[in-house]
C-alpha cells in the first residue's frame, strides 16, 4: 500500500499494526479550510441599506454565494449558521490601486557594452540605455501582504486590491490580489492586472523634463515595434539579425497589441493630455490614476471610455474664506474664515485660553498666552500681528479650484467618464472616509458603490464572478452594522467578511453615545499637561477645559508651532461619556489647517489614551498622557 506523504503519524501507525485508524473531529482542521469545505448559512441580513429591507438569508457552499432565502426559509441539513443580526451585506470594496503589499522596481544599470571614448562622436542613443524605464518588473513576483498589512483592509470593507508599483516612467505590472489572511499564492487572483506608468524617473540627468519623459517613452516604444518585427522575420527565416533577448521590449508587446492597459499617474489635465497624445501615436490603452483635474477634461475622457482611478489626494485644504467671522463652529470639511483686518486683528479675535485668572482693566488684548505674564514683560509687539495675509480674491480662488478638485468623482460622472476609487499611499480608512464625503458633497450613494465594487470588477474582467451579492457570485461580500456610505452613520463597522467563502470575524467595538452621561462625580473640567509622541518625539502642549453638567467639553489647547515655535492656541471640544473623554482639536498654521482627535479613559487625575492626526497625506495614531495640575481652583 502506498500512503500519501502527508498523512497523519496516526494513520500510518494503524496500517503498521493493522487496527483501525484514530477518527480525528472536525475541529481539529483550520477554520479558514473549513470555511469552504462546509457549507454556511448566513442568517437575516440586509442586502439593501433601508432599515425595513427584507431579511434574507444566503447560502454558501464551495467559495460561492448558493443560493438566496427568506431569513424564516428551514435551512439544509449540516450547515454552519452565522448570525446576520440584521446587517448590511454589501460586496467587497476593490482598492483599484495601492502601493500596499509591493516594492519599487529597481533599476538595473545598463546591459550593453560601454561607449568607447576613443571613437568618434555617437549620433545615436545607446540601444540599452532606459532611464525610468522597467516594464518586465512583476509585482506578483514581490507581493507581500501579511495579516498586520492586510487587516486594515479588511476593516474597512476592502477584499481585493490592486497593488501596483509606481516611480517609473514605466514601473512594471500590479497584481491583483484578495485581503484575506493567507500566504501570497492564495491570495493572488491574477498575477498581472495592469501595466502602470508615470511622467517619473528615478535618479539625476536625463530624462528629467516633460519633453524628456515623452521622448525615453516614445523611443521605447519605436524600439519594442521594431524588437516584435525583428522576431516576426526571424521565426519566418527571412533576411536579418537575430533578434536579442530583451525581458523589457518583451513586456511592452501586449501593451502595443492592445492585450494590457497602461495605467497613467497624471493628476493636472496638461499630463492627462500628454499621456491621450502619446497613446494615440503609439495605439496605445490607457486609463488615469490619480486624476484630481480629470474634470477639466471629462468629455475628452468620457468620448473615449478612458478609465479613471481617483486617489482622493485633494491636497491640503485651505480655509474657505466665505465663512462668516465668528460664526461658530464651520461645519465637518471645512474652515473658518481668517481674520481680513490689519495689524493686531488676529490677536484680538483669539481669546485667551479659558481658565485664566481675569486680568484687571487690561490696557489692550493679550496675546496668546501673555495672560499669564506680568505686562511690563510682554513684547511692544507680537510679531505674529504682522504676518502677512494673501488678498480674499486669491484665497477665495484657492478654495474654489481645491474644491473642484474634491467634486472630481461627481463631474465625471454627470459626464459619464468610469471610474473608481485608490488609496495610493494612503490608507484604507482614510479612502472609505473621502468616498464618503463625497456622498455628503453630492455623488450619489449608487454611483459610489458601484465605484468600489462592480466598476473595477468589470475592468479586470471579473465583473461575472464578484461586484455584486446574488446567487452565483464569488462569497466575498461583507456584512456591515450600518451602512458605510451615509454620511449620516458615523460608526459603522465590519463584523464579517467573506473572501472566496473564507469568514472573517471582527470584534464590534461599542461607541459611546453622544449625548452619554458622564460618570457620577467625575469632571473633565481643569488644567493638564499633555504629553505626545509623534515623528518630532515627545511634545509637551497645555489644556484648559470647561465641562457643563451634560459633558459637553470645551476648551483651548497651547502648543509650540512646528514652523517658528511660536506659541499656538486652538480651540477644543468634546464630550466626556462615562470616563471616556474624547476632544477634538483644530490646528491652523497659515492657510493650512490640521485636525487631532483625542481620546482616552479619565481618571481624577490623569487621562490617557490614543490620539489620531488628520492631515492631507492621511492619518497617524500614537499614544498620549496627560496629567491634570492642581490649580483647578482658577476654573471657580
Same mark, same amino acid.
Given at each position: 500500500m502506498r500512503l500519501?506523504?502527508?498523512?497523519?503519524?496516526?494513520?500510518?501507525?494503524?496500517?503498521?499494526?493493522?487496527?483501525?485508524? +484514530?477518527?480525528?473531529?472536525? @475541529?481539529?482542521?483550520?477554520?479558514? &479550510?473549513?470555511?469552504?469545505?462546509?457549507p454556511v448559512a448566513v442568517r437575516d441580513v440586509r442586502l439593501e441599506a433601508r432599515a425595513d429591507a427584507p431579511r434574507k438569508t444566503l447560502l454558501l457552499r464551495g467559495g460561492r454565494i448558493e443560493g438566496v432565502l427568506d431569513a424564516t426559509a428551514p435551512l439544509p441539513p449540516a450547515v454552519r449558521v452565522i448570525e446576520g443580526k440584521g446587517q448590511l451585506a454589501l460586496p467587497t470594496f476593490i482598492d483599484a490601486?495601492?502601493?500596499?503589499?509591493t516594492t519599487a522596481p529597481v533599476v538595473k544599470p545598463d546591459r550593453d557594452v560601454p561607449v568607447s571614448t576613443r571613437s568618434d562622436v555617437q549620433v545615436d542613443m545607446r540601444e540599452a540605455g532606459r532611464k525610468g524605464i522597467t516594464p518586465a518588473y512583476r509585482a506578483s513576483e514581490t507581493f507581500? +501582504?501579511?495579516?498586520?498589512? @492586510?487587516?486594515?483592509?479588511?476593516? &474597512?470593507?476592502?477584499?481585493?486590491?490592486?497593488?501596483?508599483p509606481s516611480g517609473e516612467l514605466l514601473s512594471g505590472s500590479s497584481v491583483l490580489a484578495t485581503s484575506r489572511e493567507a500566504a501570497a499564492r492564495d491570495q493572488i487572483v491574477q498575477g498581472i492586472a495592469f501595466a502602470h506608468g508615470d511622467f517619473r524617473a528615478?535618479?539625476?540627468?536625463?530624462?528629467?523634463?516633460?519633453?524628456?519623459?515623452?521622448?525615453?517613452?516614445?523611443q521605447f516604444f519605436l524600439d519594442a515595434a521594431r524588437q516584435r518585427e525583428l522576431e516576426l522575420r526571424f521565426s519566418q527565416a527571412r533576411p536579418g539579425p537575430r533578434p536579442p533577448f530583451d525581458a523589457d521590449l518583451a513586456a511592452a508587446r501586449p501593451l502595443l497589441l492592445h492585450e494590457r492597459r497602461l495605467m497613467c499617474a497624471a493628476d493636472s489635465d496638461l499630463a492627462i493630455e500628454r499621456w491621450l497624445r502619446l497613446a494615440d501615436e503609439q495605439g496605445l490603452d490607457i486609463g488615469i490614476t490619480g486624476g484630481r483635474a480629470?474634470?477639466?477634461?471629462?468629455?475628452?475622457?468620457?468620448?473615449?471610455?478612458?478609465?479613471?482611478v481617483l486617489t482622493l489626494e485633494w491636497g491640503e485644504e485651505p480655509k474657505d474664506p466665505r465663512e462668516k467671522k465668528d460664526a461658530g463652529k464651520a461645519p465637518e470639511g471645512s474652515a473658518q474664515k481668517a481674520p481680513d483686518s490689519g495689524a493686531g486683528a488676529a490677536a484680538e479675535s483669539r481669546p485667551a485660553p479659558a481658565g485664566d485668572p481675569p486680568q484687571e482693566k487690561p490696557a489692550e488684548p493679550a496675546a496668546p498666552g501673555a495672560s499669564e505674564k506680568p505686562a511690563s514683560d510682554a513684547p511692544a509687539a507680537d510679531p505674529k500681528q504682522w504676518e502677512y495675509?494673501?488678498?480674499?480674491?486669491?484665497?477665495?480662488?484657492?478654495?474654489?479650484e481645491w474644491e473642484k478638485g474634491r467634486d472630481c468623482a461627481m463631474k465625471l460622472a454627470a459626464a459619464g467618464v468610469p471610474f473608481a476609487f485608490g488609496s495610493a499611499s494612503a490608507s484604507p480608512s482614510e479612502l472609505l472616509k473621502r468616498v464618503r464625503t463625497l456622498v455628503e458633497k453630492g455623488l450619489g450613494r449608487e454611483a459610489a458603490l458601484e465605484a468600489l465594487c462592480l466598476t473595477p470588477a468589470r475592468w479586470l474582467g471579473l465583473d461575472g464572478r464578484v461586484g455584486a451579492v446574488a446567487p452565483g457570485k464569488d462569497a466575498t461580500f461583507t456584512l456591515w452594522t450600518g451602512d458605510p456610505l451615509d454620511p449620516a452613520v458615523k460608526d459603522a463597522q465590519v463584523a464579517w467578511m467573506f473572501v472566496d467563502g473564507f469568514a472573517h470575524e471582527f470584534e464590534i467595538k461599542p461607541k459611546q453615545a453622544p449625548g452619554g452621561k458622564p460618570k457620577e462625580g467625575l469632571s473633565a473640567a481643569g488644567r493638564y499637561e499633555v504629553t505626545t509622541e509623534g515623528r518630532q518625539?515627545?511634545?509637551?502642549?497645555?489644556l484648559v477645559l470647561e465641562m457643563t453638567a451634560d459633558g459637553d467639553v470645551s476648551g483651548k489647547w497651547t502648543s509650540r508651532s512646528p514652523r517658528d515655535d511660536s506659541e499656538q492656541v486652538s480651540d477644543a471640544s468634546g464630550h466626556l461619556s462615562g470616563t471616556t473623554l474624547t476632544l477634538e482639536v483644530k490646528f491652523s498654521f497659515g492657510e493650512r489647517e490640521f485636525t487631532q482627535k483625542l481620546s482616552g479613559e479619565l481618571t481624577a487625575d490623569a487621562?490617557?489614551?490614543?490620539?489620531?492626526?488628520?492631515?492631507?497625506?492621511?492619518?497617524?495614531?500614537?499614544?498620549?498622557?496627560?496629567?491634570?495640575?492642581?490649580?483647578?481652583?482658577?476654573?471657580?
Open positions: 500519501h506523504r502527508h498523512a497523519p503519524a496516526a494513520a500510518l501507525l494503524a496500517v503498521v499494526l493493522g487496527v483501525p485508524a +484514530l477518527t480525528f473531529p472536525a @475541529s481539529a482542521a483550520p477554520t479558514q &479550510s473549513r470555511s469552504q469545505a462546509q490601486y495601492t502601493q500596499a503589499g507581500d +501582504l501579511p495579516n498586520d498589512k @492586510s487587516k486594515p483592509f479588511r476593516e &474597512s470593507g476592502f477584499g481585493w486590491l490592486v497593488s501596483a528615478s535618479g539625476p540627468g536625463y530624462p528629467g523634463t516633460p519633453m524628456g519623459f515623452v521622448a525615453q517613452l516614445r480629470a474634470h477639466e477634461v471629462a468629455a475628452l475622457l468620457a468620448g473615449r471610455k478612458i478609465p479613471v495675509e494673501e488678498p480674499l480674491a486669491v484665497r477665495e480662488e484657492k478654495r474654489l518625539g515627545k511634545r509637551t502642549s497645555q487621562w490617557s489614551g490614543e490620539l489620531t492626526a488628520a492631515r492631507p497625506g492621511g492619518e497617524s495614531t500614537s499614544p498620549f498622557t496627560a496629567t491634570r495640575k492642581p490649580q483647578q481652583e482658577e476654573l471657580r
